[in-house]
């Protein structure tokens, strides 16, 4: 029993690593999709810029770049679970094989998973689409407008900080 629990501990151990790595991975993966729109709203301030002197309002600007960020993810969200699927459908087929397991024992997305897939698709768009978006719609709308030479936003403390963090993973 002393072994089999030595072992049950060290294969815990390493499954805890796996998830490490892998959550790490996709803290990079998060930054660098989140940097990369960022950069595109950003370069689109001008345009906005534009839109907003043209009589368009700071929700309706808001309320487009959100959409377009939601589809994005949305988008996102399906092609991954599609990946999980397939992955989990492997999984099935390995644990039938080497591992006897029962015929019950089924390794596949639940409903539960498409709802908290699909919550954090909708919370990443609003992270980046609507904070962006309202930086971008702030203030000195008529000074970018004026400008129109490059983006005219620049990357603040935080966006900064996640690049250099990425970097660092």
């Known amino acids: 029993i002393a072994s089999y629990t030595k072992a049950a501990l060290a294969q815990g151990w390493q499954v805890t690593i796996v998830r490490l790595l892998v959550s790490l991975l996709l803290v990079v993966v998060c930054v660098t999709v ?3 729109v960022y950069a595109r709203t950003a370069m689109r301030s001008s345009e906005i810029a534009v839109r907003t002197a043209l009589g ?3 929700q309706r600007i808001i309320s487009q770049l959100f959409v377009e960020a939601l ?3 949305l988008l996102s969200a399906m092609i991954g679970l599609l990946l999980a699927r397939y992955g989990l459908e492997q999984v ?3 644990a ?3 591992l006897r397991a029962p015929f019950w024992l089924r390794f596949t997305p639940t ?3 498409l709802a908290y897939v699909v ?3 909708v919370l990443a768009a ?3 689409g609507v904070v962006p978006a309202m930086r971008v719609t702030g203030h000195g709308l008529h000074a970018q407008l004026r400008q129109s030479g490059g983006t005219g936003l620049r990357f603040g403390r935080t966006w900064t900080a996640m690049i250099v963090l990425q970097v660092a993973i």
Do not use: K, P, S, W
């Open 34 to 36: 989140a940097t990369l």
């Open 56 to 58: 368009a309002g700071r």
């Open 71 to 73: 589809v994005f993810t």
């Open 92 to 94: 099935d087929v390995l």
């Open 96 to 98: 039938a094989q080497f």
């Open 111 to 113: 409903i539960g998973t």
């Open 119 to 121: 919550g954090l698709a």
């Open 126 to 128: 609003l992270i980046v």
